[in-house]
């Protein structure tokens, strides 16, 4: 979906995905449909079709949750120049988890279900940048090839464990956290290479 840049339009993709979130708290995935969209956010049906499809839909929203869970880890994260790789890790997943613990929208539509349509590597770039630079400025790394794209993997193993977790507990638990962290450090730490 192109970015729109009439203000009217920008308002009412804001009131559409409002209303979608306001949904999802409310009941689940099922419930995202156009007629129960447009009715939350007070629009006609041919208004909210104008400016997405229900698949669209989610992908916005996605996109937007990653967004918003990105801001939670910027904000919470905190330079821990004693710690290790694995403490850094632990402290980036801990703030994911409280992220989709206050975002119920966010834990139905990313981690209790299949995602349909998939979280965009492009969108999950922004959470892979942020702990990328949580640990060099608190750690420090060596250099490996393609930073950037292991934390992509990094990012990519702790939401598909915090997913699991959620689907086979029905919640995020302490096994989740520890699981994705103690994954996350593993692949971090085959990347680093070691001096010959």
Request: proline share 4%; aromatic share 6%.
């Amino acid at each position: 979906m192109q970015k729109p840049k009439q203000k009217r339009s920008i308002e009412r993709i804001k009131k559409i995905l409002d209303a979608s979130n306001d949904l999802l708290n409310e009941g689940g995935i099922e419930s995202l449909t156009i007629a129960k969209i447009s009715e939350f956010a007070d629009l006609k049906r041919t208004s909210t079709y104008k400016l997405f499809e229900t698949p669209e839909i989610k992908q916005a929203l996605i996109k937007k949750y990653i967004q918003d869970c990105n801001a939670h880890l910027e904000e919470n994260l905190t330079k821990n120049s004693e710690g290790d790789y694995l403490a850094c890790l632990k402290e980036c997943v801990v703030s994911i988890i409280e992220f989709f613990q206050s975002h119920p929208g966010a834990q139905k539509l990313i981690l209790e279900n299949t995602v349909s349509p998939p979280i965009l590597s492009s969108d999950l770039h922004e959470i892979a940048e942020t702990i990328l630079k949580h640990i060099e400025q608190s750690v420090g790394l060596p250099n490996m090839f393609n930073k950037s794209g292991v934390f992509l993997v990094v990012t990519q193993i702790v939401i598909s464990i915090l997913s699991l977790n959620t689907k086979e507990n029905s919640g995020l638990t302490d096994v989740g956290l520890n699981e994705a962290v103690r994954a996350a450090n593993a692949y971090l730490l085959s990347c680093i290479a070691t001096p010959a």
